[in-house]
């Protein structure tokens, strides 16, 4: 059975740090591109960063740029999502999903094939 898996999430005060972890069973996770995803109330998914399945090269929103890492541990078959300094506006559901397209860019929400269940982040005092 193909499944994602994402934890880590969790309540935390503006400036703070979380790291999600999107684990994989059914497949293995090396030979797909990554991606997150968040979606906060009201709002529509958006496109967070990726990672590559070839290159690990990687992609990220400018919104992100700079305070969120994406990593890969294919031993672990586990990506992670490092957040750092943390805003109330990251405040989301955080999605992993995978897919066969490269990360060269944005690979949009439609072209993923597997999603997890999704982990709630909260930045707020």
């Known amino acids: 059975q193909v499944q994602l898996v994402e934890s880590g999430g969790g309540l935390v005060p503006p400036g703070g740090s979380l790291r999600l972890s999107c684990a994989a069973s059914g497949f293995s996770l090396d030979v797909y591109t990554i991606g997150w995803f968040r979606q906060a109330p009201g709002k529509e998914r958006e496109g967070v960063s990726c990672i590559d399945s070839s290159d690990s090269s990687t992609y990220y929103a400018d919104s992100v740029k700079g305070r969120f890492t994406i990593s890969r541990d294919n031993a672990k078959n586990t990506v992670y999502l490092q957040m750092n300094s943390l805003k109330p506006e990251d405040t989301a559901v955080y999605y992993c999903?995978?897919?066969?397209?490269?990360?060269?860019?944005?690979?949009?929400?439609?072209?993923?094939?597997?999603w997890g269940q999704g982990t709630q982040v909260t930045v707020s005092s």
């Open positions: 999903a995978a897919t066969g397209y490269s990360c060269s860019g944005y690979v949009p929400s439609t072209g993923y094939d597997y």
